[in-house]
């Protein structure tokens, strides 16, 4: 299996430059089936898991993560478990309540955390964190931002360039994220 292409989160290396999916080591030293090792220039090794809600990488920075259920998930216990391997290339797994966190002043994980426990897991709906986290200008998926007003920001160019899909559709996210986070117990 090989992959290409950008992921909005970072440049995927390119295909020659993949190894196919075998087991690796995770945070916690359990082993995981479907774990890709990704080689960029400079060696640096990214892990996507193709068992994971949600996977993505930054070659920039070497950070990868996937985000997974915790055992105790429940609708009333929304709690996922991030594990990854963060700038320095080392194994990390952390625990992260949906219901706690406030997108206006949160980490790019937990906005994709949110992201996925409000169902926003389209290409459309990452790229709409994607561009805020650009338009933050964060250096790591664990710099704490306030998101949702970059996320403003992203909709006001949208509205201004004309592109009225792009801007009903990341006006939805952001409602939906809002109505959440008011909420957590829909």
């Known amino acids: 299996m090989a992959i290409s292409g950008i992921t909005g989160g970072g440049v995927m290396p390119p295909a020659p430059k993949t190894q ?38 930054s070659p920039q920075t070497g950070e990868s993560v996937n985000i997974y259920r915790a055992e105790s998930y429940t609708k009333d216990n929304p709690v996922y478990l991030i594990r990854g391997l963060d700038a ?52 790591s998926y664990f710099d704490k931002m306030d998101y949702l007003s970059y996320a403003g920001e992203v909709l006001k160019e949208r509205m201004a360039m004309g592109s009225w899909d792009s801007y009903l559709s990341c006006g939805r996210w952001i409602d939906s994220l809002l109505k959440y986070c008011e909420n957590p117990n829909n």
Not at 20 to 46: F, H, I, L, Y
Not at 92 to 102: L, Q, S
Not at 106 to 125: A, F, I, K, Q, R
């Open 88 to 139: 320095s290339g080392e194994p990390f797994e952390m625990e992260v309540d949906a219901k706690k966190i406030d997108p206006n002043h949160c980490s790019y994980n937990e906005l994709m955390v949110l992201n996925v426990e409000t169902g926003h897991t389209s290409p459309t709906d990452y790229m709409h964190a994607v561009m805020a986290r650009d338009k933050a200008g964060a250096g």
């Open 20 to 57: 196919p999916a075998k087991t690796a080591q995770t945070a916690g030293g359990k082993s995981a089936d479907g774990v890709m090792k990704c080689v960029r220039a400079g060696d640096q090794e990214v892990l996507l898991c193709s068992d994971a809600l949600m996977s993505y990488a």
